[in-house]
């Protein structure tokens, strides 16, 4: 309902209220004390005056020039001066008309003029300043009282005057700028808005209105809203009611319905939603009718759009592989996909249930569970968490996404998506009990390690350095190799520009002598060489304490053709040892029943078969430290795929350069390209298609080692990245590349391409 505003009917109401104001006070003069300031040079007749006024009440105060006058005013802003009686004629000092016009510049206040003079100049120029009064001193003392009086009571009827209009005034400004923020919310406004009188012609529109109807403001005012404002209903296309005529009738709001269409002067059509209220006056009558109207065209198409999106949604919904719920707060579940469904078949139909009674066979929440943590964070909370015992999904990964309302933020459901984790599970377990025997057999290495930067400062060492060197690891780190070479080895200087000359990644071997922290000399082995971290090159020293060796080289060195027979049989036991275990794997791997079990067992046989090449390529060439790839990869990948299922209609080739690599670097190498040839047989070619997996070796242009593995296959899935694969194949590959210090790339264009930069320098054979 709009109130209407009142308009001129305010100036009569405040001419009024002066009035009052006036009558109210008009009270006797002797019931107040009023002070008046009489300047009147002439002591005698000011001593008369003061007399007169002094009997009458009032109190007095007296000065014989205007500019003492003046002073007296200006000397306490004249607060206690209610009235000044002003002679015009001073003497040779400023005459009264001047002292009133200083006076009236510092404050507004009553003054009457006194004057032995009747010429009318004079009284013109009293005029001039505004008197409240011209006396002439021979009137006498009642015409003085009188005019004082009337002196005050005329500034008093003139301050409320003043007041009342400066009320008006803001009053006015006020109610033109309600009127002018009106028009101007009315035109900025973006619903359209037409206002009607009571016979329901039009008063005024804004622009939105005129677009939607046509029709201009000036052509529309004091037409009917009939013929402005033409709606239909939308199923039948008859004329609509009229919402002018109900609104004056019943004085309530009344709204359209939603099928509502406006025709347009130029015939367009727009579906619209509306609204119509009554515009009630002071005395409660309906003085006309304000309709606002939108056009939701483009809110219809949106809404069937929106039916089309979210009918697409449950299209994709019900087609991941994951397992999808949507729960309530209280954890109840309100949605499922299919999958979930096909995980928990014993406990359909699940929504209505909550998620640890359907998924878990529990009467309270996990006290793990991801999904309470989400709804106590607002952030998306991970967890790994068992499956129910009768579910074939024995362990799943669960993303807990909380959903929020816009605006406030209240989390108004949770959207769990579930994955099924358990072969990665067992292969992390697999994974695990890996590493700790690799972490075993690191910490029982007796050789000493040394980081350092290329001026000798050391930077890290390990615990057999440690043990080995006598020195705290701390005190390590604050020395120099130098500090560990005794007396009358080689010279500093030249150690440093050695160091500076290697190229990185080239591994060199050497023997000198280190001095523990007691003073005792002893011979060692150093393997050695450049390497560069990140920016920096740093030079990475194994050390080996040969003593024992030395005194066995000089007891046994005639005794060595002996040892050479002995370690060529030695050798022989080994490879034998690496076929017979392979062996056992190949039959054991016949024998089980378990596909799985069978995989894993022939995938263990080819890393097992990795390794006896390498030894056999190491052993065969006669160099035990280092080899070209161009020796070992060929016949390594040829293994392989001899041992592989399919491999006939995949052709496996090899570009490897005459790269060479230490057997540190090699081992780990050899069994990388094995799992990934591997996995590029069995899974990037499946439903019986042929293709082609290349395996590249070549030395980059700043000498380092670049191995790549690439198919023509069916391409790795973007969603799986070696460090978070489910699988132990590309787990093992990660990890691999981050032994031997690789960064690994992955290109998926056209199939799948592992590229591996080795972070040390290779060496041309």
Not at 343 to 369: F, M, N
Not at 517 to 543: K, N, W
């Amino acid at each position: 309902m709009v109130r209407a505003r009142t308009g001129p009917r305010q100036l009569n109401e405040a001419r009024q209220d002066i009035c009052q104001t006036v009558w109210e006070r008009s009270v006797s003069e002797s019931e107040q004390t009023r002070t008046l300031l009489l300047v009147e040079d002439q002591a005698m007749v000011a001593l008369a005056e003061k007399r007169t006024l002094t009997s009458a009440g009032y109190g007095v105060r007296h000065v014989q020039t205007g500019a003492d006058a003046v002073d007296a005013i200006q000397r306490d802003g004249g607060e206690e001066i209610d009235l000044v009686l002003m002679d015009i004629d001073l003497g040779d000092d400023m005459d009264g008309v001047e002292a009133a016009r200083r006076i009236l510049a510092i404050r507004e206040l009553p003054i009457v003029f006194l004057s032995s003079h009747a010429e009318p100049e004079y009284v013109t120029r009293s005029e001039q300043v505004g008197s409240y009064g011209y006396v002439l001193k021979q009137a006498g003392d009642t015409v003085l009282l009188t005019s004082v009086k009337g002196a005050f009571r005329l500034f008093e009827a003139h301050q409320a005057l003043k007041r009342k209009n400066e009320e008006l005034a803001r009053s006015q400004e006020a109610l033109r700028r309600r009127e002018r923020d009106l028009a101007v919310t009315l035109d900025s406004i973006g619903d359209a808005v037409i206002a009607t009188d009571a016979a329901g012609c039009v008063t005024r529109m804004n622009p939105v209105a005129e677009g939607l109807t046509g029709w201009r403001r000036k052509e529309a005012e004091g037409v009917p809203l009939t013929d402005v404002f033409r709606i239909l209903d939308a199923p039948n296309r008859e004329p609509a009611e009229n919402p002018v005529t109900r609104v004056l009738e019943t004085g309530t709001i009344m709204g359209l319905g939603n099928d509502t269409i406006l025709v347009a002067r130029d015939g367009s059509e727009y579906q619209i939603a509306d609204s119509a209220a009554p515009i009630v006056g002071d005395d409660g009558a309906a003085h006309g009718v304000v309709l606002v109207f939108r056009d939701v065209t483009e809110e219809y198409r949106l809404r069937r759009a929106v039916e089309e999106h979210e009918a697409f949604l449950t299209s994709i919904f019900e087609s991941v592989q994951d397992g999808i719920s949507v729960l309530d707060p209280d954890l109840t579940i309100r949605y499922v996909n299919g999958v979930m469904e096909r995980w928990y078949p014993s406990k359909t139909p699940l929504p209505g249930r909550t998620c640890y009674e359907a998924y878990q066979d529990r009467e309270a929440p996990c006290p793990v569970c991801p999904t309470l943590r989400a709804l106590e964070t607002g952030k998306v909370e991970r967890g790994e968490v068992p499956g129910a015992a009768d579910s074939p999904v024995g362990w799943i990964e669960l993303f807990a996404y909380p959903m929020k309302e816009a605006g406030t933020g209240r989390i108004t459901g949770i959207v769990e998506f579930v994955r099924d984790i358990t072969d990665r599970r067992r292969m992390e377990a697999a994974l695990r009990e890996s590493e700790e025997k690799y972490r075993s057999l690191f910490e029982q290495s007796v050789d000493e390690v040394y980081v350092h930067d290329l001026d000798g400062n050391i930077l890290d060492v390990n615990r057999a350095a440690v043990a080995g060197s006598g020195y705290a690891a701390e005190e390590l780190l604050r020395m120099t190799v130098f500090d560990l070479h005794p007396p009358g080895e080689q010279p500093p200087a030249e150690i440093l520009e050695q160091w500076r000359s290697w190229r990185p990644g080239e591994p060199v071997t050497l023997e000198t002598r280190h001095r523990r922290r007691d003073g005792t000399v002893y011979p060692v082995e150093v393997r050695t060489g450049r390497v560069r971290f990140g920016e920096q090159d740093m030079v990475l020293a194994l050390v080996r304490d040969i003593t024992e060796r030395k005194r066995a080289e000089e007891r046994i060195h005639g005794l060595l053709h002996e040892k050479e027979v002995l370690l060529r049989e030695v050798h022989h036991r080994i490879k034998n040892n690496l076929n017979t275990v392979r062996s056992l794997l190949s039959l054991q791997a016949d024998a089980v029943e378990s596909a799985e079990a069978t995989a894993a067992l022939q995938d263990a046989g080819r890393r097992m078969e990795s390794m006896r090449v390498l030894y056999e390529r190491l052993h065969g060439s006669g160099e035990l430290e280092a080899m070209s790839l161009r020796d070992y990869v060929p016949p390594l990948v040829e293994e392989v795929t001899r041992l592989l299922p399919g491999a006939g209609r995949v052709r496996v080739t090899t570009e490897v350069e005459d790269i060479e690599l230490s057997a540190k670097q090699l081992s780990p190498l050899g069994l990388l390209v094995n799992e990934l040839v591997t996995n590029a047989v069995k899974h990037g070619f499946p439903d019986g298609r042929s293709g082609t997996v290349t395996v590249g070796a070549r030395a980059a242009e700043d000498g380092t080692a670049v191995v790549e593995v690439a198919d023509d296959g069916v391409g790795l899935p973007a969603e799986i990245e070696p460090q978070h694969s489910p699988g132990l194949g590309l787990t093992l590959v990660s990890l691999l590349a981050e032994q031997i210090g690789a960064t690994l790339s992955i290109e998926r264009e056209g199939g799948t391409r592992f590229v591996f930069e080795l972070a040390e320098s290779a060496s041309r054979g």
